[in-house]
């Protein structure tokens, strides 16, 4: 081999080697630990949703604080998108004519993130698209959406939502669950709905704990909570407020309204405060199902019928 040829294949390795060490340098945390992904502007993923498009199964990805004009698909399985010093907004844009996060990977958890300005062309647009099998969304706040959170039919899924604030929402609704195995709900704020209902499930299964679901003054929703297939309910603990702009003034729990299609191990509603400020008589419960509706140890204020349909008050 001449000199020149030997000169010209170390010259060769040394690059090659140089481009090798220049793109581990460049991949983010995964040389600190390689299940984390870190967002942020001093960050090599800079909104998320760059990492998004590069990020795999079972990974955490941490979104450092800012305000985030974007919007992003995560199709990746059990991941875990959080903000762990807080104050993380991602707003005003929506991917796939859908919502500001699509996510139809399964087993995804979201915590810390808020969500506003949700808007797409008909009118159906979500801070949240849940289109995967389980999601959990935790610490949350969703603000001037069109939905909150909009859960599209997948049989087995569970959604659970804790520690979460819903405000402003509407054309649509706050969460909207399709048909899914089960919607719950803990220790969570739904405050001046616009036009349709805080909470609507179709889920098999819906549970809502200990959280404040009210129009205040100015929203203007229809329904508080709705079950409109039937199915297993449990509301307890919670408070529960009717506003004088109401677009509903009849009913503020409605179970049954579009057909039970959904099978029930009962309908249980106790200890729950409900305040009637709509400017008419309000069913507190109003059921169309065939499943008696149990209501014990509601405290209730205003006009309000304790419940129209079948069922039984219990001290």
Known sequence: MSKFARCSTRVFVGLTA???????LAWPAESQDEQVIDVGPDEFYQ?????????RDGYTIRIAPGDYVDCASWRANDLTIIAPEGDVTVRDRTCEGKAIWVISGNDITVDGITFTGAAVPDRNGAGIRAEGRNLTVRNSRFIENENGILAATIEGSTITVENSEFMRNGFEHGIYANRIARLVVRNSVFREHRIRHHIKSRALVTEVYDSIIEDGPDGNSSYLIEAPNGGTLTVRGN????????????????????GVRNPSDGILVEENVFVNDGPSRAAFVRNRSETPAILRRNRLQGSVEPLVGPGELVP
């Open 18 to 24: 140089a481009v090798v060490i220049a793109a581990m």
């Open 47 to 55: 909104v998320p949703s760059e990492a998004a498009n590069v990020v």
């Open 239 to 258: 408070r529960l407020q009717k506003g004088p702009n109401t677009d509903n003034p009849g009913t503020a729990i409605g179970i049954g309204f579009e």
